[in-house]
């Protein structure tokens, strides 16, 4: 903490005084929308043309203020350091098999994109595939990869720029040979083979004007056949009724197809068709969205499913595939207080918890038999338990917020796990403390929050803070180490982690106490959380800022102009911050279950205009200092969402505090964002919330 002040104590007479920044004149243009009798005005509409040269030239000097305004921040230098050092160590996927190979992934330490490797049965490694060969720039990444059942082939995706629009390439594994043409615009698709045939993929019409951002909401699977162009390719499902959403596969045994079908981003329906009947017709299993449900494994005619019908935690049933409707269902592993995921390898189910925003992992027999629970030492975050069904040894990796991720051997029979890799990182987890607390929310729900911080720290109120939060769409946020936060804590800062409603923790109904009318409770939680950082005296709110990323951009966007005083910093990424057009730009439509739409009634209408971020800057307030991150080829939330709230705040902030947005050009969403991009990233968003903590 003294290391912070004396840096800070420094630099202050050297940096240029904050006062009014003079920021780049956004003009006006008026347009009026009417939403149920009510006028809205949209001034600055014209930023949603990403095809514009004005609207080109206004992210230049954004950029150009924005930039200036970081590199005087002497702290970066030493930042960056640190950063590249910390970062630059050996990382390794968890290994799986495939054929005759085990491949996993790995890093050297700063190379911009992970490398596909493997092994043979003796041992010798070698390079699969080297996406930093893709790019000199590391902004084209490897998205996806999808073996055949017998490994000899592979379908991997690319994507350029971070765009969620992919190619695909097929290849024999054993010499890498290219076989047939690259596949074009596929998004949102899981590549699912058919024997060693073909596969099933699923994408949209490609967009006529802008891709960045026109509507696209008719999804449809296809079947591509190996060696055959692409537009011969059948349409299998999604031709006669549309859905924003598909995905279908052919069971391992290839006696079934499975397809689902959704609209929103939370509600599916399952259908299935025998392939060992000739002219067999499409059978419906679940019907009107009430539930997610998805075919996990077979048995012969024996489906096991995962699901939240009628069980918010899920459980796995069976039911016999000649008469799958839901009354014939059986529960195999029922529905517990805790939120239950299924994966399967060496011929067992591994049943995983999320206890309280930690991992517990059961194993299963095929006949339901609990065979063991599965230890670890600690509490944190498990991923794995997945292979072939023949593999005596599968693995799994652990991590937490202060232990970096290593990997683990598993013997399926004995329940014995070993090391299999452990990082070599200059940092000791037992110089941290990870502790987790329950804070009652505003209506009295109790919500957890993890805090993070070097061991002797004096909680005195006065300690620089950041505290993360997402809360939507039904996605948990689960512990896992970080560079970026490590160099925080080292810092002496503190970094807080709060598992607000919305999010997937605790359930369907956890998940649903944060959506469309409930959305405030999201708020709620969060600034709770901030109140009870302040309360116990990890911080206060002149050293506290607040971060979120897409759904968490939302989050801090509509805490930041509820309650500015809160909060002195607040950095919202990539996030949903118009929320009365929202889903009129790609994909966005299918994120109404979570916040419903402006068109769909006058309540949800004056619901959502009572918290959107863009519409919700007032006149004559100081909000706190704020940097908005947004990627200029983000075709998931597009950045005109930031471009709008950066031209209100920028507007009608009054004082001191500085209203910047950051435009990552040549990026996306998130997703494939090379190492030398996310260090960069870091270091601005780090240096900007130290200086303007300290200023």
Same mark, same amino acid.
């Given at each position: 903490?003294?290391?912070?002040?004396?840096?800070?104590?420094?630099?202050?007479?050297?940096?240029?005084?904050?006062?009014?920044?003079?920021?780049?004149?956004?003009?006006?243009?008026?347009?009026?929308?009417?939403?149920?009798?009510?006028?809205?005005?949209?001034?600055?509409?014209?930023?949603?043309?990403?095809?514009?040269?004005?609207? +080109?030239?206004?992210?230049?000097?954004?950029?150009?203020?924005?930039?200036?305004?970081?590199?005087?921040?002497?702290?970066?230098?030493?930042?960056?350091?640190?950063?590249?050092?910390?970062?630059?160590?050996?990382?390794?996927?968890?290994?799986? +098999?495939?054929?005759?190979?085990?491949?996993?992934?790995?890093?050297?330490?700063?190379?911009?994109?992970?490398?596909?490797?493997?092994?043979?049965?003796?041992?010798?490694?070698?390079?699969?595939?080297?996406?930093?060969?893709?790019?000199?720039?590391?902004?084209?990444?490897?998205?996806?990869?999808?073996?055949?059942?017998?490994?000899?082939?592979?379908?991997?995706?690319?994507?350029?720029?971070?765009?969620?629009?992919?190619?695909?390439?097929?290849?024999?594994?054993?010499?890498?040979?290219?076989?047939?043409?690259?596949?074009?615009?596929?998004?949102?698709?899981?590549?699912?083979?058919?024997?060693?045939?073909?596969?099933?993929?699923?994408?949209?019409?490609?967009? %006529?004007?802008?891709?960045?951002?026109?509507?696209?909401?008719?999804?449809?699977?296809?079947?591509?056949?190996?060696?055959?162009?692409?537009?011969?390719? %059948?349409?299998?499902?999604?031709?006669?009724?549309?859905?924003?959403?598909?995905?279908?596969?052919?069971?391992?045994?290839?006696?079934?197809?499975?397809?689902?079908?959704?609209?929103?981003?939370?509600?599916?329906?399952?259908?299935?068709?025998?392939?060992?009947?000739?002219?067999?017709?499409?059978?419906?299993? $679940?019907?009107?969205?009430?539930?997610?449900?998805?075919?996990?494994?077979?048995?012969?005619?024996?489906?096991?499913?995962?699901?939240?019908?009628?069980?918010?935690?899920?459980?796995?049933?069976?039911?016999?595939?000649?008469?799958?409707?839901?009354?014939?269902?059986?529960?195999?592993?029922?529905?517990?207080?805790?939120?239950?995921?299924?994966?399967?390898?060496?011929?067992?189910?591994?049943?995983?918890?999320?206890?309280?925003?930690?991992?517990?992992?059961?194993?299963?027999?095929?006949?339901?038999?609990?065979?063991?629970?599965?230890?670890?030492?600690?509490?944190?975050?498990?991923?794995?338990?997945?292979?072939?069904?023949?593999?005596?040894?599968?693995?799994?990796?652990?991590?937490?917020?202060? $232990?970096?991720?290593?990997?683990?051997?598993?013997?399926?029979?004995?329940?014995?796990?070993?090391?299999?890799?452990?990082?070599?990182?200059?940092?000791?987890? %037992?110089?941290?403390?990870?502790?987790?607390?329950?804070?009652?929310?505003?209506?009295?729900?109790?919500?957890?929050?993890?805090?993070?911080?070097?061991?002797?720290?004096?909680?005195?109120?006065?300690?620089?803070?950041?505290?993360?939060?997402?809360?939507?769409?039904?996605?948990?946020?689960?512990?896992?180490?970080?560079?970026?936060?490590?160099?925080?804590?080292?810092?002496?800062?503190?970094?807080?982690?709060?598992?607000?409603?919305?999010?997937?923790?605790?359930?369907?109904?956890?998940?649903?106490?944060?959506?469309?009318?409930?959305?405030?409770?999201?708020?709620?939680?969060?600034?709770?959380?901030?109140?009870?950082?302040?309360?116990? +005296?990890?911080?206060?709110?002149?050293?506290?800022?607040?971060?979120?990323?897409?759904?968490?951009?939302?989050?801090?966007?509509?805490?930041?102009?509820?309650?500015?005083?809160?909060?002195?910093?607040?950095?919202?990424?990539?996030?949903?911050?118009?929320?009365?057009?929202?889903?009129?730009?790609?994909?966005?439509?299918?994120?109404?279950?979570?916040?419903?739409?402006?068109?769909?009634?006058?309540?949800?209408?004056?619901?959502?205009?009572?918290?959107?971020?863009?519409?919700?800057?007032?006149?004559?307030?100081?909000?706190?200092?704020?940097?908005?991150?947004?990627?200029?080829?983000?075709?998931?939330?597009?950045?005109?969402?930031?471009?709008?709230?950066?031209?209100?705040?920028?507007? %009608?902030?009054?004082?001191?505090?500085?209203?910047?947005?950051?435009?990552?050009?040549?990026?996306?969403?998130?997703?494939?964002?090379?190492?030398?991009?996310?260090?960069?990233?870091?270091?601005?968003?780090?240096?900007?919330?130290?200086?303007?903590?300290?200023?």
């Amino acid at each position: 903490m003294k290391h912070i002040k004396f840096l800070f104590s420094f630099f202050l007479f050297f940096f240029y005084s904050h006062g009014q920044i003079d920021y780049p004149l956004t003009k006006k243009n008026i347009v009026i929308d009417t939403y149920f009798d009510f006028n809205i005005e949209d001034p600055y509409r014209w930023l949603e043309d990403d095809t514009s040269s004005e609207v +080109k030239e206004w992210i230049n000097k954004q950029n150009e203020l924005t930039f200036s305004y970081l590199d005087q921040i002497p702290v970066r230098k030493n930042l960056k350091k640190r950063l590249k050092e910390l970062w630059n160590y050996e990382k390794i996927g968890t290994p799986f +098999k495939e054929g005759k190979y085990t491949y996993y992934y790995k890093n050297n330490g700063l190379q911009n994109q992970y490398v596909l490797y493997r092994k043979n049965d003796k041992e010798n490694e070698e390079v699969f595939i080297d996406p930093n060969k893709f790019s000199k720039d590391g902004t084209i990444s490897l998205a996806g990869i999808s073996f055949s059942e017998d490994g000899s082939l592979l379908a991997y995706s690319i994507s350029e720029g971070g765009s969620d629009w992919r190619k695909v390439i097929v290849i024999e594994t054993e010499n890498k040979n290219i076989i047939g043409d690259t596949l074009l615009d596929i998004k949102f698709s899981g590549i699912n083979w058919d024997g060693n045939k073909g596969f099933y993929y699923s994408t949209y019409e490609k967009p %006529k004007n802008s891709v960045l951002s026109e509507k696209t909401d008719r999804h449809k699977l296809f079947y591509h056949k190996l060696n055959t162009s692409q537009k011969n390719d %059948k349409v299998i499902f999604g031709e006669k009724e549309k859905f924003r959403y598909i995905s279908g596969y052919i069971t391992k045994d290839l006696n079934y197809l499975v397809i689902s079908a959704s609209n929103e981003t939370s509600g599916n329906n399952l259908y299935i068709k025998d392939l060992k009947k000739e002219n067999a017709k499409l059978v419906q299993i $679940t019907y009107n969205f009430e539930s997610n449900s998805y075919i996990s494994h077979n048995i012969g005619n024996k489906l096991y499913i995962h699901t939240n019908l009628n069980a918010p935690n899920n459980r796995l049933i069976t039911v016999n595939a000649e008469n799958p409707n839901v009354d014939n269902w059986i529960d195999f592993i029922p529905e517990t207080k805790n939120v239950l995921s299924v994966s399967k390898g060496g011929g067992y189910f591994f049943a995983k918890y999320f206890v309280d925003a930690n991992s517990k992992i059961l194993q299963y027999n095929y006949e339901g038999k609990l065979i063991r629970e599965v230890k670890f030492n600690g509490k944190g975050n498990v991923n794995g338990f997945s292979g072939k069904e023949e593999e005596l040894e599968i693995f799994y990796n652990f991590s937490n917020y202060i $232990t970096p991720r290593s990997s683990f051997k598993y013997n399926v029979k004995t329940g014995e796990s070993e090391l299999y890799w452990a990082p070599n990182i200059n940092f000791d987890s %037992k110089d941290f403390i990870s502790e987790q607390h329950f804070f009652t929310s505003n209506d009295g729900t109790k919500v957890p929050i993890s805090i993070m911080y070097k061991k002797g720290l004096e909680l005195n109120g006065a300690n620089p803070t950041i505290l993360y939060g997402y809360g939507g769409f039904n996605i948990s946020l689960k512990p896992s180490f970080s560079v970026i936060n490590a160099v925080w804590l080292e810092q002496g800062g503190i970094y807080a982690v709060a598992n607000l409603r919305g999010g997937g923790e605790y359930g369907k109904e956890w998940h649903d106490a944060g959506t469309k009318m409930q959305k405030q409770n999201v708020f709620d939680d969060f600034i709770s959380a901030a109140e009870f950082l302040i309360q116990n +005296k990890y911080t206060s709110s002149n050293h506290l800022a607040i971060n979120g990323r897409s759904n968490g951009g939302l989050l801090v966007g509509a805490c930041m102009t509820q309650r500015p005083e809160l909060f002195k910093v607040a950095i919202p990424a990539v996030g949903v911050l118009d929320m009365l057009r929202y889903h009129t730009f790609t994909s966005g439509a299918g994120w109404a279950y979570d916040y419903g739409t402006s068109e769909q009634s006058k309540e949800m209408f004056e619901y959502l205009y009572n918290y959107s971020p863009v519409h919700n800057v007032k006149e004559e307030v100081e909000y706190p200092a704020t940097l908005i991150l947004t990627g200029d080829h983000d075709d998931r939330v597009v950045p005109s969402h930031s471009f709008k709230f950066a031209a209100q705040l920028q507007s %009608k902030q009054i004082g001191e505090n500085p209203t910047l947005i950051r435009i990552e050009t040549n990026a996306g969403h998130g997703a494939g964002t090379p190492v030398d991009k996310r260090i960069e990233e870091a270091v601005d968003v780090i240096g900007f919330i130290l200086f303007n903590i300290f200023k």
